[in-house]
């Protein structure tokens, strides 16, 4: 009897043990979460495009909200060649860019170096001529995209004044670029409650850069995703550019946070889709291979997700800038396929304070189209209606509903829209080499 006592007592204090070591080993799951999780599941993520999309969705009028229903549905995807044919696209775009600096303190007025190094970022990174191409592994080299896309402080504002391309503007705001007024409008955006209004947000890419916090690094507005004047990208001053402030904050101190959201606002998702954690999701682009969630610092190649070599060095992912290499071939058509749609007015009057090659971009024409809605018919202005001319008009799903040819020496020609469903539309006027385009709502 002693021993079987004996026997009971040892079981019991070894099972005590096996207790207390496993609420050891669970306190220090705990205590290690944080850093063992997946990459994709953090407190707060380094881009804040989709919880502004989401947060703008009640605010959009229907005709907006049907243009990004499109586009979240991934039916944007015109023909290239197709397209080329009607509209005669330049081989590489230039996109001007107007740079709106609000500031609190002294360290967030950034500087205009550091401002042309994030332009310098941009047009590396876009035109494949990044200085770390080389480090894109083997198996995604054939996929590696030079987008033919550049980026120029714009030489004009809106009412046709001269211009640097940089506004700043000193706030009374900490954190700024995630406020949001008793109105339900970010500060960030207006004057009137401590921002900066954007120029002609057709016409430009309005990039503001300001503090943010909450770990965010910045964020942009998909096609569609906000209100105008709320459209384009903002940016923490600690993380735009490669030189000043930016210097002193690596891991995202080169300038890929403004490639990384730019490419949002040219509608490009992250690459592991909508979703964190599932591979039934997806971006859309079919030669990024599948992925569970996103990648977190500098990982060594290979990584397997979903069964596939993880493209975690694209530019889409949320790794180290030093890290970032590529687009993919899939991303560059996505993106010209909105840059031809509903992005397409940004290739409208493009001047440039600097370009590439030091010249003023020669400017497309503008197209003044009323009334807009239109239910029945809409008259059409444009320079280029004093010579032949073609009418082309697209839908968001890549769809050609009309191609007419218009009289020369017309100033004014009515388009009879009343076969087209309602909806959102891209009208282009082609005259031989020359372009003009204006976005066309339908009403019901």
Not at 56 to 82: K, V
Not at 310 to 327: E, H, K, P
Not at 392 to 397: E, H, I, L, R
């Amino acid at each position: 009897m002693l021993n079987e006592n004996a026997t009971a007592n040892a079981a019991k204090k070894c099972k005590k043990k096996w207790r207390q070591k496993k609420i050891r080993h669970l306190l220090l799951i705990l205590v290690l979460l944080p850093i063992l999780r997946p990459s994709g599941l953090r407190a707060q993520a380094p881009c804040a495009t989709d919880a502004v999309a989401r947060r703008n969705a009640g605010r959009l009028p229907p005709p907006t909200f049907a243009c990004r229903s499109a586009l979240e549905e991934g039916r944007i995807g015109l023909d290239q060649t197709e397209l080329a044919s009607a509209v005669s696209p330049r081989t590489v775009a230039t996109i001007q860019v107007v740079v709106h600096v609000v500031y609190k303190s002294a360290a967030e007025n950034i500087s205009d170096d550091q401002i042309y190094s994030q332009l310098a970022v941009l047009n590396a990174d876009f035109r494949k001529s990044n200085s770390n191409t080389g480090a894109v592994p083997p198996l995604f080299l054939p996929l590696a995209a030079d987008l033919e896309l550049e980026f120029c402080l714009a030489a004009k504002d809106p009412q046709g004044n001269p211009a640097t391309g940089i506004t700043r503007q000193e706030t009374p705001w900490n954190n700024i670029g995630q406020l949001i007024a008793p109105d339900g409008r970010p500060r960030i955006h207006y004057t009137e409650l401590g921002g900066a209004d954007a120029w002609d947000t057709e016409h430009y890419l309005n990039i503001w850069v300001a503090s943010i916090g909450g770990g965010v690094l910045g964020y942009g507005t998909y096609p569609g995703a906000a209100p105008p004047a709320e459209d384009g990208v903002v940016i923490d001053p600690r993380y735009f550019g490669a030189t000043g402030l930016a210097a002193s904050y690596p891991p995202h101190h080169k300038g890929r946070t403004a490639t990384h959201e730019i490419g949002h606002y040219f509608n490009l998702l992250h690459i592991w889709g909508p979703d964190e954690n599932s591979c039934a999701d997806d971006d859309g682009v079919a030669d990024t291979p599948t992925q569970r969630a996103p990648y977190l610092g500098c990982p060594p190649y290979p990584q397997l997700s979903c069964g596939n070599s993880a493209m975690f060095m694209n530019f889409m992912d949320y790794t180290d800038d030093a890290c970032m290499v590529l687009f993919t071939e899939g991303q560059k058509s996505r993106l010209w396929s909105t840059l031809n749609t509903v992005r397409a007015g940004l290739l409208d009057s493009v001047f440039c304070a600097t370009t590439p090659v030091g010249e003023p971009v020669p400017a497309q024409t503008s197209i003044r189209m009323y009334p807009n809605p239109a239910t029945t018919e809409i008259a059409l202005e444009s320079p280029l209606f004093d010579r032949e001319c073609r009418i082309c008009v697209w839908d968001m799903t890549g769809r050609l509903w009309k191609m007419e040819h218009c009289a020369a020496l017309a100033s004014v020609l009515h388009l009879d829209v009343s076969d087209l469903p309602a909806g959102c539309y891209r009208l282009f006027i082609v005259s031989g080499g020359h372009t003009g385009s204006g976005l066309l709502v339908k009403a019901l």
